[in-house]
């Protein structure tokens, strides 16, 4: 079963490519672990996980990010600002974390907002 934040990911992702953008497919082919609950005894898979998203954000220019409680979000935030990526958190609801904001170089609170910023950043 997929989880709701993965389902929120790749809504998003098929909007933008509905209005002419490029994505990273991150969880194509079956990249989907959110039914896993314990990484401990999977170190294999982690470090498959972990090599697959990093390349991930070394292939983007910008990274959207939508503020799901995650530390693989809060890392690849981190990772993307440290090698000089734009970073965009879209965000209708509150943000109760200083965390995000701190590492997005724009924060947006509609889907048309998102594509006019990301239309300037092209």
């Given at each position: 079963?997929?989880?709701?934040?993965?389902?929120r990911i790749l809504r998003m992702r098929e909007f933008l490519e509905k209005k002419g953008f490029e994505t990273v497919k991150q969880f194509s082919k079956?990249?989907?672990?959110?039914?896993?609950?314990?990484?401990?005894?999977?170190?294999?898979l982690v470090n498959n996980i972990i090599k697959h998203d990093l390349a991930c954000i070394k292939e983007?220019?910008?990274?959207?990010?939508?503020?799901?409680?995650?530390?693989?979000?809060?890392?690849e935030m981190f990772?993307?600002?440290?090698?000089?990526?734009?970073v965009i958190l879209f965000?209708?609801?509150?943000?109760p974390s200083p965390w995000p904001i701190g590492?997005?170089?724009?924060?947006?609170?509609?889907?048309?907002?998102?594509?006019?910023k990301l239309h300037e950043m092209v």
């Open positions: 079963m997929r989880g709701a934040g993965i389902t079956g990249k989907d672990y959110s039914y896993i609950h314990d990484f401990r005894e999977k170190t294999i983007a220019d910008v990274l959207v990010v939508l503020p799901e409680p995650s530390f693989g979000t809060s890392i990772v993307a600002k440290n090698a000089k990526k734009k965000s209708n609801k509150p943000v590492f997005s170089d724009m924060v947006v609170a509609n889907k048309n907002d998102l594509v006019r």
